[in-house]
């Protein structure tokens, strides 16, 4: 800054403690705090180091919280030495966790495969499909009769699927009375991204359900809204997705679902709009073709066995519009 710029600064410092002074003898204002003294060397300061000196009249309000949280830790008798092995304490505890939190990333980011992350997408063999299944399961193929052993879900697992590619699928030629029990090898999926169009606005969206029971340690069976011959919603609970390799070359997607039926439960306030559902007991088999999106559907208790339902509506502008029938 040059020295003329200067000089015309300390002409105005000099004008305005002027101005100063005849306020505080006029209406006995007083000007005797920190940001006032300032501008008395505001000039000098500039000669001295180049700026001026930036002060703040609440300096550390972080470290005032701080302070005061050790303070109340000691027995108020030689506080500052309690105080800084209080601080040295703190800070030793948060190198730690963060030691232990970077090894803890490191170790996620270095695992080839985490159920809980979600791989690329899968497609399917048809390249019209709105849906593609993604987080599969490590392994290899797995047989019918395998799964019906290592879960209680797929209990006469074959069967039921044989009927179910025989009723939908009436062009594969699978016969109830072939005597092979593992005609399918079967790959497993927890995740699936469905896209479809919304109806608010018409443009295309995405919703990624998952059906995992250790997702991020906790439970999770994601719903669908699925589009049946008979009116009105419906709604399925998927348990697990599966894409089937029949002896035929041909590649099918599934899913292993709890439906919904209508209830006749009914809430002591009833409000416009309300849908009720109950959750059936077995374990049915649908096709991915019939699925149109995700949906929410809340128990109407805390019970970890409620089957009645309250169907969220009001999840999004799409879904509220489509239950608005």
Not at 170 to 197: H, L, N, S, W
Not at 283 to 298: K, N
């Amino acid at each position: 800054m040059p020295d003329t710029r200067l000089q015309r600064l300390d002409v105005f410092v000099e004008d305005y403690e002027h101005w100063c002074s005849q306020v505080t003898a006029t209406h006995g204002k007083s000007f005797d705090f920190f940001k006032q003294h300032a501008a008395s060397h505001v000039v000098r300061d500039i000669r001295n180091k180049g700026t001026t000196n930036h002060g703040s009249t609440r300096p550390g309000e972080g470290f005032q919280q701080e302070a005061r949280e050790a303070y109340n830790r000691t027995n108020k008798k030689n506080v500052a030495h309690q105080m800084a092995r209080i601080d040295e304490t703190q800070e030793t505890i948060a190198r730690i966790r963060m030691k232990i939190d970077n090894y803890d990333k490191a170790r996620h980011q270095s695992e080839d495969i985490d159920d809980s992350i979600d791989e690329t997408p899968v497609a399917s063999q048809q390249d019209d499909t709105h849906w593609k299944f993604g987080a599969p399961i490590p392994g290899h193929l797995v047989n019918s009769h395998a799964l019906e052993e290592a879960n209680a879900a797929f209990h006469n697992f074959d069967f039921r699927l044989r009927e179910f590619i025989s009723d939908t699928f009436p062009e594969e030629g699978i016969k109830f009375e072939d005597t092979i029990m593992v005609f399918a090898q079967v790959r497993r999926f927890q995740c699936v991204y469905i896209t479809y169009q919304s109806r608010e606005d018409w443009r295309g969206a995405c919703d990624i359900i998952r059906c995992n029971p250790s997702f991020h340690d906790n439970v999770r069976y994601d719903c669908f809204l699925v589009n049946l011959t008979d009116p009105g919603l419906h709604f399925a609970q998927v348990h697990s997705l599966l894409r089937c390799h029949l002896p035929s070359g041909r590649q099918i997607d599934l899913s292993l679902v709890h439906m919904f039926a209508s209830s006749r439960w009914k809430p002591k306030t009833r409000w416009a709009g309300c849908q009720i559902r109950e959750k059936c007991k077995e374990y049915s088999f649908l096709s991915m073709e019939h699925v149109i999106r995700g949906a929410i559907l809340t128990p109407v208790s805390s019970s970890p066995d409620e089957p009645v339902h309250f169907v969220m509506d009001t999840m999004d502008p799409d879904m509220l519009l489509r239950a608005d029938v």
